[in-house]
């Protein structure tokens, strides 16, 4: 059900330098990539969370991680930032309005905030049986009923609503693709090849403001059925 839209992409090897052009042509190119590859993370959790969900054996921490997952990356390709890719009036021109307040309302309320009508925890006082000699509280029962996903077909619009809006930002994306190649070569040559080449790596962890912590020497190991997985 993904897309990948399909742009200007030079075939370029090892002796074809790659330079940053800071263009305001380019910066909103880059915003709709970005907003692109939401939207396609989007499509992709939900039809892995279809998929989950109708298991005989369904893993309940996968469907809830899943979910999350789509529903932030859905709202952050409306959120007030600079990317403008997508807007309401898009949604509305599919006729999925209500459908995009329900999946904004829910990453409002439902992941975004602790203290939200999705989730509920009573404590309650556990009561000797009504019969018994003398009444009396015997403990403290912790209750916890939380939503942790939307039922199959909804999950399956979200992912239409999806894909729908990539289909509705290709145009945008291939036109300014153009746009910034054209700039581009408009430019002066000998410049271009002056400027540092772009380094292709991923961000690292001290983008979040301070290197990843560490629990230090007294914080037990997981178990080892509970260790992640490196990818």
């Known amino acids: 059900m993904s897309i990948n839209p399909q742009g200007p992409q030079p075939d370029t090897g090892e002796d074809m330098p790659i330079v940053r052009i800071r263009l305001p042509s380019a910066e909103a190119y880059a915003d709709t990539i970005s907003v692109i590859a939401d939207l396609q993370f989007v499509v992709s959790c ?6 989950e969900l109708n298991r005989d054996q369904a893993d ?30 898009d949604v509305e021109g599919l006729g999925a309005l209500e459908l995009h ?12 905030h602790a203290v939200n009508p999705f989730e509920k925890v009573d404590i309650g006082a556990v009561l000797s049986k009504p019969d018994s000699t003398t009444g009396q509280v015997e403990g403290i029962a912790e209750i916890l009923i939380k939503w942790v996903s939307a039922m199959p077909d909804d999950v399956a619009e979200l992912a239409r609503l999806a894909h729908a809006l990539l289909e509705r930002i290709n145009p945008t994306y291939e036109e300014q693709g153009k746009a ?35 629990m230090g020497t007294d914080f037990a190991p997981l178990p080892d059925g509970d260790k992640g997985a490196a990818t």
């Open 46 to 51: 939900c039809e892995r969370l279809h998929a």
């Open 60 to 89: 309940g921490l996968v469907i809830q991680a899943l979910w999350s997952a789509a529903v932030v990356a859905y709202a952050r390709c409306f959120g007030t930032g600079k990317r403008q890719a997508v807007s309401v009036a």
């Open 101 to 112: 307040e329900w999946v904004m309302n829910m990453r409002n309320k439902h992941v975004a």
């Open 180 to 214: 910034v190649l054209a700039e581009a070569n408009a430019l002066d040559i000998e410049e271009l090849y002056s400027k540092p080449r772009i380094a292709v790596e991923a961000p690292g962890p001290t983008e979040a403001g301070t290197a990843t912590p560490r």
